[in-house]
């Protein structure tokens, strides 16, 4: 007795100087290193204690209605802000600096005209259009984005993915041969005619759906386009371009195909007539393809050295030209050449409707298309440049352009990243070489347009083809993405491999669609762990990982790594029972069975009160105690108030009653990454949670976020059972908390199932049930 | 200078007790909890020097290959286990208590059987079809789902919503009036043979995809119906439900409508022949409606006294066959009757090909939703019964039954909800139930159907709507929903909405679009914050949350609170640079122009090297210093290797150089709640934290999850600038580590400041270079 009592003293003083040293070390150490220790003493912290110690500043948080009165806002300065950004050029031509910018813009501005006269050419035919409507494509959007654009280095016009989107839609409502649809408006014109039509009622519509965006500010919906999504329709696009010029390389006079499997058919038809090559035609392209490629290379390779790019493709034109006119190449090999090019702008007319009706969904899709493809290209020069673009803006300055220009007959216009190149490499400053090269296209459209009359049309095949260079390049991906990101991989091949066979509108829409599932599949299957103590320190981690790592006795430290939605939360309560290696619910039953046996015993006479708990009179049989027909209230909280006893569980029961063991005390769920929970999670968890805290286990939540603290009290996630004080900041302080409520669980727990074992070991039946009036939390045990 | 060093001495004395007391406190504690308090010693540790003491185990994960092979293993086991999975009976049937269970089995049959008689005959009005075949979907597959399906309780049969849907293909197939269709192999057929025929045709291809689904193991996919979603979809069909008995309840006769806005347009012909109505079938209707109504609720306010509930509607019918049949309401009142029944069955026929074709994408929608609502419920009562039902097993039963049934010309089959309650709340405990329920409408089918054969269409049309209460009641959620989850909220609208107007099946690919949309907008617009120390804590918290919260001198912490992936990179790379308030790039770009300067400026004799730094001797105008043609390499580190002093960008520069400040010396993310990371984010991340740490900011990242670190050594995350020794494992570790980096740099930024002041008071140019030769940490202040 007397050592007990020396041995408490020693204990005492111990724990007096231990708490003095504390208190030493607390006042001397603040936040200040200490030789590169980690030292923290502080008071034990629940969330509700802690914010008891620390107030928290009442924050208010706008509501959706003020957003949106701060949105319609309108007052002098805001109205002015609204009318310099819808006319960008106010601001950047007051500081634009002519002494020092003009001759980059004249420069480039013919450079990129030259080129853009090229493309417009060439991209008209991906189309199906004469080459002619490439050059209006080429200079109504030019002027209009001059005035209302942001970037100051893209080069406004056809871009040959968009173009061939267009031409898929002409090929559809339009197509060659006899099997031509009725179109109410299009009536006695002849097909070509009708086709230019089609193509610029559909641009009409995109530059609508561009303007709305851009009114409506939801531009932002471009951040669905990955890069990788990009890269793989780029590539099927770049396909698709290849396969729709072979005809003209190969001098063919085949149909367009549009619609689910258009390449194959498309390719069927070429390998149909190749009997029918024209050689002058091929040959023509294989010579200008390769050198054109040649010297691109060349040019690459002494890029520092020369002053200039060589301009290999605008001599080659210039001299296939010459020899086609010269050696009338028409007639003779019966080469198909431009012919009669427009002369001079057509008066604008009024787009058709049925086409807008028939064209709808295409339209959409080449407008966010479009757009993509344009403000990531702005984008990387304003980067580069350092100057903001506006999206918005971008959406509205493109929107107007198509719509301008689908009056005039061009079709549709975003950028290409070739022209842009040409436009910011030759000096380009401002819009101003913009507009230069527009007016070179305008000078070619109505004085020299004729001189390109003889060009064969296989040239500009072969420079479409020999221009895919870099997109067919990114083919290259595949095996990055393999190393590093089978997920994006696969949104890669998908998106890729669906634009190729169902065509450029259906593949974007399945890319964009796979590329959303990812996210929702990468948040819905994350890895759960279950953590445990780096000995000696505060730290927790995944117990599988460490060697030097313990579970404290009795206590579950469960990591939820993701958001919880209605897609995951079943999969979390699954891995949750993995973890903790028992169903709560299916124990609650038993228990529950177990009572009302017990009850029942108690008033047949069949179990009596001992001191030491209920023993068992009569003999019933061990089969089918659990054979119940009611199955109601089997899942409310375990209820001893009619009973003079409580049961503990942990022991052996009476009449061979037996319920699966709890060999936890409490479960702590780590909350650090759930970044949010929605209504169906948030239902499922209480579920979950109660399951747990009627079998008596107690349930701690750490690490919460405050707002989805502040969900979970919104939404009456908390009563009698679910109470805040379960909510802790660190798992440290929940383990802490935990010894300190069940100072010596191993011990009494080992020591209990030894008395019952000593007192019962004689009879049949276990009894082991404890007095009522014992403390309430040692009945947890 | 005496003093000094005994002010030192006194230091080192502090010290040195402090770390003993360190010591002492580090070996008493381990981890018991002293007095409510918290208390921490452990070494400062970074991941790196933390994987350095503790060994991590090499786990091997098992790749993609090693669980397919897995899957793919076979030993006798497998097969076994492999084949009493796909016939669950012979695993119940085994433990069957004939005694206990046989007789609650034979009376929930026969009381099962007669509601599934009277279902079979409204639910094929539904369908579009005659009534007759109503009984066959609740016999045949009842049949085939006794052998195959692990549900003990559910009711498997006709359910209304899948009915519908099944009716609206029949009406798009096979429309009344003359506008019929030519299938091929439906000729010369009757319009209601037309009708069964594409019935069953679907309900072959729905059979056919729910077998796919189930050996294929993906019955998971029905977690995207969430519990929001299917109550706004059944709340929807329940409207379509209402709308299609009008016509029988009115005794109209008008055609069935289907795709979209067939709801606007069955409404339209409705009220067009509204002077029509037979006011006996109205009568009727209304009579039964209010009766089943009343006595259902009695049924439900006096539950716990009735032994078994009243089967009204049973009661009902059988009046109302008596009354009709004795005063031949046929005739008198020109009610339209069942007519002509089913008399037995007929020989299989196989399914049309054409039909299936043309019906492919309802198959698709009828199977999922059909598994979807039939797997919830079996799910409830498996948990209330405390057993395991098998998704794929499930689907595997549901597509034979499906497919069976198809063959005797039965239509879509998955549960009712009003039916498998009855059949449970009579003491059904097995399928036993199911099969004695099937042979009642069996013996209906065979036997005494042709009692049915007076009864009004008007009475089945009555009973449909009376028991649409439930699902109709279902427009409670919205106010309950505005209050807990407004994005739950817009779920549950735009799926009733768009279910409601476009039809069930676009409704229903609308719901899950906008579902799957709003996880992802979750994750990408998250509640980004800057975090700062609770005063005397190492807790860190949203300085604007609290009063007492100190945000260390020179330091940003900023916490993601949510995955980065590609649609959200952007949006925290601006989030950032708004935290920070500086734009790492820009002053980047701004140095570098200035070292040109200034090496331009030495070279031109300009500057002059002084032992305090350099000095410029001319005066150069200050504006336009940073016009540059070349922009290139400003994106580069700060290169001073040429030059013989660094550059101190905190204090002035020469010749009018400006460069931004940067106020922060440590940036640190956390990174606790970033559960994935993918390709695009990772670039981007990547390339802003360089931007950060090439104007000389340290960036640290803590908490970062395992795989998420894992990840990024994959992807040739780290570099020469960016080190592993940048993680962390809390964020007060990398405090203290930054303190000890710089220990004094409040007080030696300051005193810099003064100094500089001091020396150059009187010049224009302020010069601040100082020399190399110092330790490398300090140029970073």
């Known amino acids: 007795m007397y050592q007990d009592a020396l041995q408490e003293q020693i204990h005492k003083t111990q724990r007096k100087r231990l708490s003095d040293l504390l208190w030493i070390v607390q006042r001397q150490m603040a936040m200040e290193p200490v030789g590169g220790q980690y030292v923290v003493v502080r008071p034990l912290f629940s969330d509700d204690s802690f914010s008891g110690q620390y107030k928290k500043v009442c924050r208010q948080h706008k509501g959706l209605l003020g957003h949106i009165k701060d949105f319609l806002k309108c007052d002098a300065k805001r109205a002015k802000n609204a009318a310099l950004s819808l006319l960008p050029i106010i601001s950047w031509i007051k500081i634009y600096r002519i002494k020092e910018w003009l001759m980059g813009d004249i420069v480039s501005g013919i450079s990129t005209g030259l080129v853009a006269v090229l493309q417009g050419l060439a991209f008209s035919l991906l189309a199906s259009l004469p080459p002619g409507y490439g050059l209006y494509s080429a200079f109504f959007p030019a002027i209009i984005y001059f005035f209302l654009g942001t970037s100051r280095h893209i080069s406004v016009g056809p871009f040959p993915v968009l173009s061939l989107m267009v031409g898929s839609v002409v090929n559809r409502l339009v197509p060659d041969g006899d099997t031509a649809r009725n179109i109410t408006g299009l009536e006695g014109l002849s097909i070509e005619q009708q086709k230019v039509i089609v193509a610029s009622s559909v641009t009409f519509l995109m530059g609508v759906f561009q303007l709305a965006l851009g009114v409506l500010r939801v531009g932002f919906i471009v951040i669905y386009l990955s890069d990788t999504l990009v890269s793989g329709f780029t590539t099927a696009a770049a396909v698709h371009i290849l396969v729709s010029q072979l005809k003209f390389v190969l001098g063919l006079n085949t149909r367009g195909f549009s619609g689910v499997f258009n390449i194959f058919y498309s390719l069927e038809a070429v390998f149909q007539q190749i009997h029918k090559t024209n050689v002058a035609d091929l040959v023509t392209s294989i010579v200008i393809m390769v050198a054109v490629f040649a010297v691109k290379e060349l040019n690459d390779r002494f890029k520092s050295k020369l002053p200039v790019p060589i301009p290999i493709e605008i001599i080659m034109t210039i001299i296939a030209?010459?020899?086609?006119?010269?050696?009338?190449?028409?007639?003779?090999?019966?080469?198909?050449?431009?012919?009669?090019?427009?002369?001079?702008?057509?008066?604008?007319?009024?787009?058709?409707?049925?086409?807008?009706?028939?064209?709808?969904?295409?339209?959409?899709?080449?407008?966010?298309?479009?757009?993509?493809?344009?403000?990531?290209?702005?984008?990387?020069?304003?980067?580069?440049?350092?100057?903001?673009?506006?999206?918005?803006?971008?959406?509205?300055?493109?929107?107007?352009?198509?719509?301008?220009?689908?009056?005039?007959?061009?079709?549709?216009?975003?950028?290409?990243?070739?022209?842009?190149?040409?436009?910011?490499?030759?000096?380009?400053?401002?819009?101003?070489?913009?507009?230069?090269?527009?007016?070179?296209?305008?000078?070619?459209?109505?004085?020299?347009?004729?001189?390109?009359?003889?060009?064969?049309?296989?040239?500009?095949?072969?420079?479409?083809?020999?221009?895919?260079?870099?997109?067919?390049?990114?083919?290259?991906?595949?095996?990055?993405?393999?190393?590093?990101?089978?997920?994006?991989?696969?949104?890669?091949?998908?998106?890729?491999?669906?634009?190729?066979?169902?065509?450029?509108?259906?593949?974007?829409?399945?890319?964009?669609?796979?590329?959303?599932?990812?996210?929702?599949?990468?948040?819905?299957?994350?890895?759960?762990?279950?953590?445990?103590?780096?000995?000696?320190?505060?730290?927790?981690?995944?117990?599988?990982?460490?060697?030097?790592?313990?579970?404290?006795?009795?206590?579950?430290?469960?990591?939820?790594?993701?958001?919880?939605?209605?897609?995951?939360?079943?999969?979390?309560?699954?891995?949750?029972?993995?973890?903790?290696?028992?169903?709560?619910?299916?124990?609650?039953?038993?228990?529950?069975?177990?009572?009302?046996?017990?009850?029942?015993?108690?008033?047949?006479?069949?179990?009596?009160?001992?001191?030491?708990g209920l023993k068992s009179l009569a003999f019933t049989g061990p089969e089918n105690w659990e054979d119940e027909e009611n199955t109601d209230d089997l899942d409310k909280p375990v209820d001893f108030s009619d009973l003079p006893v409580q049961v503990n569980w942990k022991s052996e029961l009476p009449a061979n009653i037996t319920v699966p063991p709890v060999d936890i005390h409490s479960l702590v769920l780590d909350f650090s990454a759930v970044s949010f929970i929605d209504i169906s999670a948030l239902n499922g968890l209480k579920t979950a949670l109660k399951e747990f805290i009627r079998v008596e286990v107690e349930v701690y939540i750490v690490s919460c976020d405050a707002y989805v603290f502040e969900k979970l009290k919104n939404c009456m996630f908390f009563d009698d059972e679910i109470k805040t004080s379960m909510f802790f900041p660190t798992i440290h302080d929940t383990i802490l908390h935990i010894l300190q409520k069940h100072p010596d669980y191993i011990k009494q727990h080992e020591y209990e199932k030894e008395a019952h074992f000593k007192v019962y070991r004689g009879q049949t039946e276990g009894l082991s049930l404890r007095r009522t009036e014992k403390p309430p939390n040692t009945t947890r045990l």
Chains 1, 2 share one sequence.
């Open 321 to 612: 030209c010459g020899l086609s006119y010269g050696f009338n190449f028409e007639e003779r090999f019966n080469v198909t050449v431009i012919g009669q090019m427009v002369n001079g702008y057509e008066a604008p007319s009024a787009p058709n409707v049925e086409v807008m009706k028939e064209g709808a969904v295409d339209a959409i899709t080449i407008a966010i298309v479009g757009f993509a493809v344009a403000f990531s290209v702005a984008k990387v020069y304003s980067v580069k440049h350092d100057y903001t673009i506006d999206g918005s803006q971008e959406l509205i300055a493109f929107g107007a352009s198509n719509i301008v220009g689908a009056a005039f007959k061009s079709f549709a216009a975003s950028t290409a990243l070739s022209r842009t190149a040409v436009q910011e490499s030759t000096g380009g400053k401002s819009q101003i070489a913009g507009l230069i090269s527009a007016l070179i296209v305008l000078i070619v459209t109505v004085g020299i347009g004729f001189l390109l009359e003889p060009l064969p049309r296989s040239v500009l095949g072969a420079l479409v083809i020999v221009n895919l260079k870099g997109m067919l390049m990114q083919f290259r991906e595949i095996p990055y993405l393999w190393r590093k990101d089978k997920v994006d991989m696969v949104i890669w091949i998908v998106t890729c491999a669906a634009s190729i066979v169902l065509g450029l509108d259906l593949g974007l829409a399945v890319g964009v669609g796979v590329e959303l599932l990812t996210v929702v599949f990468r948040t819905q299957f994350p890895r759960c762990s279950v953590l445990a103590n780096i000995v000696g320190t505060d730290l927790y981690k995944d117990q599988k990982d460490y060697l030097c790592i313990s579970e404290p006795e009795g206590v579950k430290i469960f990591r939820i790594p993701s958001p919880i939605f209605f897609a995951n939360i079943d999969f979390f309560r699954n891995k949750l029972v993995q973890a903790v290696g028992f169903n709560p619910l299916r124990i609650l039953r038993k228990r529950n069975k177990a009572l009302r046996k017990i009850r029942k015993m108690l008033k047949n006479g069949e179990l009596q009160m001992t001191p030491a």
